[in-house]
């Protein structure tokens, strides 16, 4: 069974940088599409930075390219996401999952297939 666990939250001025962590515990985490999530309350869910096994580009939606990266260690079983020049919207809740199926293809843009979450972490950019 897979776990995930966030952190790296924090409160942060405008301009900031956070860099939050994902500790996953199961197997193949190489294997799975991973993800970074954010939600506000009332708001949907956004996907962040989407990332594909096996070298397939990542998405990041505009609101954040060129300011998210998202990063792994395998040797650590590890997801990050460094996010640089912080903005007060990117105030939110954040989430990392896992999606698919391990050494399976799976398309990380394709957010249905995220199955595995962790509880969250906040995140809160003062201007």
């Known amino acids: 069974q897979v776990q995930l666990v966030e952190s790296g939250g924090g409160s942060v001025q405008a301009g900031g940088s956070l860099r939050l962590s994902c500790a996953f515990s199961?197997?193949?985490?190489?294997?799975?599409?991973m993800g970074w999530f954010r939600q506000v309350p009332g708001k949907e869910r956004e996907g962040v930075a989407l990332d594909s096994p096996g070298g397939a580009p990542t998405y990041y939606p505009d609101s954040v390219k060129g300011r998210f990266t998202i990063s792994r260690d395998n040797a650590k079983n590890t997801l990050y996401l460094q996010m640089n020049n912080l903005k007060p919207e990117d105030t939110a809740i954040y989430y990392c999952?896992?999606?698919?199926?391990?050494?399976?293809?799976?398309?990380?843009?394709?957010?249905?297939?995220?199955?595995?979450w962790g509880q969250g972490t906040q995140v809160t950019v003062s201007s």
């Open positions: 999952a896992a999606g698919g199926r391990p050494f399976r293809y799976c398309n990380g843009r394709d957010v249905g297939i995220y199955n595995y």
């Open positions: 199961g197997y193949g985490f190489s294997g799975y599409c």
